[in-house]
């Protein structure tokens, strides 16, 4: 079997033709187990089915595969619901594979035993081995009514867990042989209750359900190549729509955990949260602030490694994000001439300036909000400097504030008892005419109080680790207010949002509450009204 690669998936002719006479139109279907969050790895098998959807005019279904009562959750649903949407994609419908276990699956079920084409077993096999099951089962031979009656024993919990299974019977070339189409399972399902104590396989869910459902074609990853025949054969037996399955190749990143399974395992045995910004979930790349767009994009040109999509949401980032200004290390500077250059503004004891909107690199207007000016601006410490140096502030060369046409001139300065610099006593001046022979500082006045948390990219070397995620760098700083109380143009640095902190990183907001990480567990806290953002 040739896996195909990103993006060169077509149906035949034939195959659509079929498709639209059975469904109306062309359907596929994205159908994760809801046991664990989305990450990376679904967002290509998203990718893959509303994009083969897309190009023949029809849809893909979101469908809910909880056939294992002990791990499926709802939460993990309106999870993946939430995540799909967020992607950019909208599923036609929303479909649960616990829709059909009363009916679909029990009658189907019914009718291969009537058939001949399943029996019930008491082989003690674990499941996932039955498959390798080397000699025939001794109770493959039973006849349809004995199994008839054996599998009703099962359904009314006359039999405990692993005393009996219904198996298809049916052995594959790749060396598959009888497997398991319903088990007993004495856990309450999160949908269907207690009504049931046997639940389907996914072998025998899906392909039922995908011919239900009208699929045109069945899209997973290259660890069902070999159940395919068995997909086929379902199909066949209950002469049912047939629908092909085709295999596409995981997608894998190094230093990314990509199966949800593992994902959780992991996180039993640590701390972290699966929406940590460090992890290749939706959730954790969603609150990283990594834009929709830059991981469509990934998936679709066929990247595998982290800093690609690190490169990706930079390039989307640069066309989308505005701008707004940060400082890191204030060093306070008392405009002398306040009063003054209010009154020339026309306002008393405040000044409002306007940012000015600048044409960026990527030729969008980078600034352009309102911020407030006070008798008191902040600067970056690293930004002034005793010497004549070129780009900084110095007792001899003014700077102009970045975005306003605010000439900044040293008066005097204040040293603490080390001589070091602790406050400047500044003169604002109006320049007009050679504004642009000068230089530029970004700044801050009025700002707010803000914790920055840095990700590093995941370690590529070795097996994926919890306890060897890169530790958060946290540091505080100040920023601009503008993009956050919503002076005048409208709040806009609100969760989901991504600003550029000029001159030194892209940022979002955490909405996350009660996350915490292996260095600083302190330091992934939520914002509240009193604390820094
Ligand atoms: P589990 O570990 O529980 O099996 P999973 O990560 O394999 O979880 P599923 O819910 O089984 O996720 O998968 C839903 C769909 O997403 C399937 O079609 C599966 O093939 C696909 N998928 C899962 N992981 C990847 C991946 N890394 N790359 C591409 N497709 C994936
Ligand atoms: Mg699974
Ligand atoms: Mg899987």
């Known amino acids: 079997i040739g896996y195909f690669q990103q993006g060169t998936f077509s149906l035949s002719p034939s195959q ?168 007993v399972c004495n856990s309450e399902h999160y949908r269907s209750g207690t009504r049931w104590c046997v639940f389907p396989t996914y072998d025998f869910s899906h392909s039922i359900i995908d011919s239900h459902e009208g699929i045109a074609v069945s899209l997973c990853s290259a660890e069902f190549a070999s159940h395919r025949s ?53 959730t954790g790349l969603r609150r990283r602030g990594i834009p929709p767009e830059a991981i469509r994009r990934f998936v679709r040109e066929g990247y595998r490694e982290y ?46 300036v306007s940012l000015q909107a600048q044409e960026s690199q990527a030729g969008h207007n980078s600034l352009g909000h309102h911020v407030t000016l006070s008798s008191v601006i902040y600067i970056n410490q690293y930004d002034f400097h005793l010497r004549e140096t070129r780009h900084y502030f110095t007792p001899t060369s003014p700077v102009r504030l970045r975005g306003t046409c605010y000439a900044m001139h040293l008066c005097s300065m204040e040293r603490g008892d080390g001589g070091e610099v602790v406050s400047l006593q500044v003169l604002l001046r109006k320049v007009e005419g050679k504004v642009k022979s000068m230089k530029v500082l970004t700044w801050v006045s009025e700002p707010v109080p803000v914790t920055l948390n840095f990700f590093d990219s995941p370690n590529r070397r070795g097996p994926f680790l919890y306890s060897q995620l890169p530790p958060v760098c946290s540091t505080t700083a100040l920023m ?40 600083s567990p302190s330091s992934l806290s939520s914002p509240s009204d009193d604390d820094p953002v």
């Not at 009658?107 to 082989?123: K, P, T, Y």
């Not at 940060?326 to 009063?339: E, I, K, R, S, T």
């Open 230 to 282: 068995i997909y086929q054969w379902i199909q066949k037996k209950l002469g049912m729509y047939r629908v092909p399955q085709r295999e596409f190749q995981r997608l894998e990143v190094g230093g990314c955990l990509l199966s949800k399974r593992q994902l959780i395992a992991g996180l039993g045995t640590s701390f972290h949260t699966y929406d940590d910004p460090r992890l290749a979930t939706l």
């Open 307 to 352: 800093e690609q999509l690190l490169d990706l949401t930079r390039e989307v980032l640069l066309l989308q994000a505005k701008h707004c200004m940060v400082v890191l290390q204030p060093l306070a500077c008392h405009v002398v001439n306040y009063d003054k250059v209010a009154a020339a503004e026309g306002m008393a004891g405040q000044v409002l």
């Open 480 to 519: 601009e207010a503008g993009p956050l109380s919503g002076l005048r143009l409208g709040r806009y640095f609100t969760y989901g949002q991504t600003l550029q902190a000029e001159r030194f990183a892209y940022i979002t907001l955490d909405p996350s509450s009660s996350s915490s990480s292996s260095s």
């Open 16 to 183: 659509v033709q079929a498709s639209r006479a059975y469904a109306g139109m062309v359907m596929t279907r994205f159908a994760p187990e809801p046991n664990g969050p989305l990450h990376l790895g679904h967002a290509r098998a998203i990718h893959m089915n509303f994009s083969v959807a897309r190009r023949y005019g029809g849809q893909c279904i979101l469908r809910f595969d909880d056939t294992n009562p002990r791990t499926a959750r709802q939460a993990y649903c309106d999870e993946g619901l939430e995540m799909v949407r967020w992607l950019g994609y909208s599923p036609a419908s929303v479909s649960y594979t616990s829709d059909y276990f009363d009916d679909l699956l029990m009658l189907s079920a019914c009718r291969l035993i009537v058939d001949g084409a399943a029996f019930v077993c008491h082989e003690q096999l674990r499941e996932g081995v039955y498959y390798r099951a080397v000699r025939n089962s001794p109770w493959r031979n039973r006849s349809p009514s004995e199994n008839m009656k054996e599998f009703k024993m099962m359904c009314v919990g006359l039999y405990r867990e692993g005393e009996a299974v219904l198996r298809l019977k049916v052995r594959t070339r790749s060396g598959l042989r009888d497997p398991v189409a319903y088990r």
